[in-house]
Protein backbone atom coordinates (compact mmCIF):
# COMPACT_ATOMS: atom_id res chain seq x y z
CA UNK A 1 0.00 0.00 0.00
CA UNK A 2 3.13 2.44 0.85
CA UNK A 3 4.41 1.72 -3.09
CA UNK A 4 0.27 2.54 -4.20
CA UNK A 5 0.34 6.29 -2.07
CA UNK A 6 3.00 6.79 -4.95
CA UNK A 7 1.20 6.95 -8.02
CA UNK A 8 -2.44 7.32 -8.62
CA UNK A 9 -2.48 3.79 -11.09
CA UNK A 10 -0.51 0.88 -11.96
CA UNK A 11 -0.77 -0.63 -15.34
CA UNK A 12 -1.77 -4.34 -15.53
CA UNK A 13 -2.62 -6.73 -18.44
CA UNK A 14 -3.05 -3.74 -20.47
CA UNK A 15 -5.16 -1.73 -17.98
CA UNK A 16 -5.11 0.74 -15.48
CA UNK A 17 -5.64 -0.35 -11.97
CA UNK A 18 -5.96 2.03 -8.69
CA UNK A 19 -5.47 0.43 -5.36
CA UNK A 20 -7.49 2.29 -1.85
CA UNK A 21 -7.27 1.29 1.43
CA UNK A 22 -10.74 -0.82 2.24
CA UNK A 23 -11.62 0.92 5.49
CA UNK A 24 -15.01 2.07 6.73
CA UNK A 25 -15.21 5.67 7.54
CA UNK A 26 -15.98 4.45 11.41
CA UNK A 27 -12.14 3.15 11.49
CA UNK A 28 -10.72 5.71 9.82
CA UNK A 29 -12.20 8.45 12.62
CA UNK A 30 -11.13 5.79 15.22
CA UNK A 31 -7.46 5.80 14.22
CA UNK A 32 -7.99 9.61 13.58
CA UNK A 33 -8.74 9.56 17.11
CA UNK A 34 -6.19 7.75 18.63
CA UNK A 35 -3.61 9.08 17.00
CA UNK A 36 -2.06 10.92 19.91
CA UNK A 37 -2.44 7.56 21.90
CA UNK A 38 -0.53 5.37 18.95
CA UNK A 39 1.84 8.40 19.37
CA UNK A 40 2.89 8.06 22.73
CA UNK A 41 3.17 3.92 22.13
CA UNK A 42 5.53 4.65 19.78
CA UNK A 43 7.89 6.99 21.74
CA UNK A 44 7.86 4.70 24.71
CA UNK A 45 8.68 1.84 22.01
CA UNK A 46 5.29 -0.27 23.11
CA UNK A 47 4.30 -2.49 20.29
CA UNK A 48 0.44 -2.01 19.37
CA UNK A 49 -1.57 -3.24 16.31
CA UNK A 50 -5.25 -2.75 14.61
CA UNK A 51 -7.63 -5.35 15.49
CA UNK A 52 -10.61 -5.84 12.98
CA UNK A 53 -13.70 -4.65 12.48
CA UNK A 54 -11.84 -2.11 15.54
CA UNK A 55 -9.61 -2.35 18.00
CA UNK A 56 -5.96 -0.72 18.78
CA UNK A 57 -4.18 -3.49 21.13
CA UNK A 58 -1.13 -2.81 22.70
CA UNK A 59 1.47 -5.62 24.06
CA UNK A 60 1.43 -6.08 27.70
CA UNK A 61 3.74 -7.92 29.62
CA UNK A 62 1.03 -11.10 30.09
CA UNK A 63 -0.67 -10.47 26.49
CA UNK A 64 -2.64 -7.67 24.85
CA UNK A 65 -4.53 -5.13 26.17
CA UNK A 66 -7.48 -4.01 23.61
CA UNK A 67 -9.28 -0.90 23.35
CA UNK A 68 -12.41 -1.51 21.11
CA UNK A 69 -14.38 1.63 22.09
CA UNK A 70 -13.73 5.00 23.40
CA UNK A 71 -14.01 3.93 27.22
CA UNK A 72 -11.57 1.57 26.65
CA UNK A 73 -8.71 3.81 26.24
CA UNK A 74 -8.11 4.89 29.89
CA UNK A 75 -7.46 1.31 30.88
CA UNK A 76 -5.55 0.61 27.75
CA UNK A 77 -3.58 3.62 29.13
CA UNK A 78 -3.54 2.64 32.52
CA UNK A 79 -2.32 -0.80 31.67
CA UNK A 80 0.87 0.39 30.25
CA UNK A 81 1.84 2.77 33.22
CA UNK A 82 0.86 5.62 30.93
CA UNK A 83 -0.97 8.93 31.84
CA UNK A 84 -4.73 9.40 31.15
CA UNK A 85 -5.29 11.28 27.93
CA UNK A 86 -8.86 12.23 26.45
CA UNK A 87 -9.67 11.23 22.94
CA UNK A 88 -12.62 12.27 21.64
CA UNK A 89 -15.64 9.37 20.75
CA UNK A 90 -15.31 8.25 17.16
CA UNK A 91 -18.34 6.37 17.24
CA UNK A 92 -20.70 9.66 18.19
CA UNK A 93 -18.21 11.23 15.34
CA UNK A 94 -18.82 8.65 12.93
CA UNK A 95 -22.57 8.88 13.16
CA UNK A 96 -23.09 12.58 11.09
CA UNK A 97 -23.84 13.11 8.12
CA UNK A 98 -20.49 12.70 5.88
CA UNK A 99 -20.10 15.16 2.95
CA UNK A 100 -19.83 13.29 -0.20
CA UNK A 101 -16.55 14.22 -2.28
CA UNK A 102 -17.09 15.84 -5.59
CA UNK A 103 -16.49 13.69 -8.68
CA UNK A 104 -15.98 14.41 -12.35
CA UNK A 105 -18.39 12.78 -14.40
CA UNK A 106 -16.47 9.63 -15.94
CA UNK A 107 -15.86 10.01 -20.15
CA UNK A 108 -16.79 7.22 -22.26
CA UNK A 109 -14.11 5.60 -23.99
CA UNK A 110 -14.01 7.49 -27.64
CA UNK A 111 -16.73 10.14 -26.46
CA UNK A 112 -15.45 13.63 -26.98
CA UNK A 113 -14.48 16.12 -24.31
CA UNK A 114 -17.26 18.85 -23.60
CA UNK A 115 -17.45 21.87 -25.42
CA UNK A 116 -18.08 23.76 -28.68
CA UNK A 117 -18.10 20.92 -31.21
CA UNK A 118 -15.15 21.07 -33.48
CA UNK A 119 -15.74 23.45 -36.99
CA UNK A 120 -15.91 20.81 -40.00
CA UNK A 121 -14.96 21.85 -43.64
CA UNK A 122 -17.58 21.21 -46.11
CA UNK A 123 -17.37 18.61 -47.96
CA UNK A 124 -18.45 19.84 -51.09
CA UNK A 125 -19.58 23.48 -52.71
CA UNK A 126 -22.88 24.59 -52.81
CA UNK A 127 -23.33 24.51 -56.62
CA UNK A 128 -24.94 27.85 -56.26
CA UNK A 129 -21.56 29.36 -55.17
Known sequence: ???ARE?????YMGAQVALYHDL???TLDA??????VTAMLRE???PYKWGFPFALLARAQDGWISARHPDDVL?????QGLPPMLVCNW???SLGPRPRPQRMPRRR?????PGPPPRRRPDHRDPGE
Do not use: D, F, Q, V
Open 1 to 3: MNK
Open 7 to 11: RPTWP
Open 24 to 26: SPM
Open 31 to 36: RRALWS
Open 44 to 46: RGI
Open 75 to 79: SLLEG
Open 91 to 93: IME
Open 109 to 113: RGATP
